[in-house]
């Protein structure tokens, strides 16, 4: 079982369909007993609906985490970055939360990431945030989400440009597995240590 704090930052990457939705939901969401809001922007997990309290907007975000709700799923009606960034504000105010971001990208790109995304990447820490950025394209995401991150999962990738960008955090004799692991399998690496993991 993975040692991953709720309040560190994790970076999980691989190409579509490898599975890092399912080990996210199967693996770290049950590691974390506090607040978790699970963003959920291309509305791929109804089947959180029945453990989880669902939200749309960051004003219901707000009225949830005050009435004690400690499992929010967030399906935004509106996909602006405006709405995305105040979500990140309502939960950086809030601290002591885990902040799952499927499909990281949408939300930032390599050269701009929305101001509360930042907060939380470089100063969650101390207020007890954590995040987990989940994509399948980190060539279009913005460097903090990797270079802030202690944690990292890295199932299979296809694209050299989306090797580029993560190859420098995989110790050297492992730097083949990115593009040869099956799917569901994928490299743990904390502390420049990666290790090869099975399907869950
Ligand atoms: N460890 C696993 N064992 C069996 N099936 C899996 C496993 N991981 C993922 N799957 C299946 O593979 C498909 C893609 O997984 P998903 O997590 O949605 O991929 P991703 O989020 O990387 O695009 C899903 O239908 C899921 O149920
Ligand atoms: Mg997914």
């Not at 704090?5 to 994790?10: D, E, H, P, Q, V």
């Not at 609906?49 to 939200?55: E, P, Q, S």
């Not at 399906?75 to 799952?100: A, H």
Request: with cysteine; glycine share 4%; charged share 25%.
């Amino acid at each position: 079982m993975p040692n991953i704090l709720s309040n560190s930052r994790t970076f999980i990457t691989g190409k579509t369909g490898v599975g890092k939705t399912y080990w996210t939901k199967k693996v770290l969401l049950p590691l974390f007993p506090g607040i978790v809001v699970y963003h959920d922007p291309k509305l791929e997990c109804d089947d959180l609906k029945g453990t989880f309290y669902l939200v749309t907007c960051p004003k219901e975000l707000h009225n949830a985490l005050e009435a004690g709700r400690k499992k929010i799923l967030y399906q935004p009606k509106d996909l602006s970055w405006i709405d995305f960034n105040e979500m990140c504000r309502v939960i950086y105010m809030k601290g002591n939360s885990t902040l799952f971001l499927d499909e990281a990208a949408l939300f930032c790109s390599a050269s701009e990431i929305n101001e509360w995304h930042q907060n939380i990447m470089c100063r969650g820490r101390s207020r007890g945030v954590g995040i987990v950025n989940l994509t399948q394209r980190p060539r279009s995401c913005h460097a903090l989400l990797i270079s802030e991150a202690e944690n990292f999962i890295i199932f299979r990738l296809q694209l050299q440009t989306d090797i580029a960008k993560v190859k420098y955090i995989v110790p050297v004799e492992y730097q083949d597995k990115i593009y040869t692991l099956e799917d569901y399998n994928y490299l743990f690496i904390q502390d420049n240590i990666a290790k090869v993991m099975r399907p869950c």
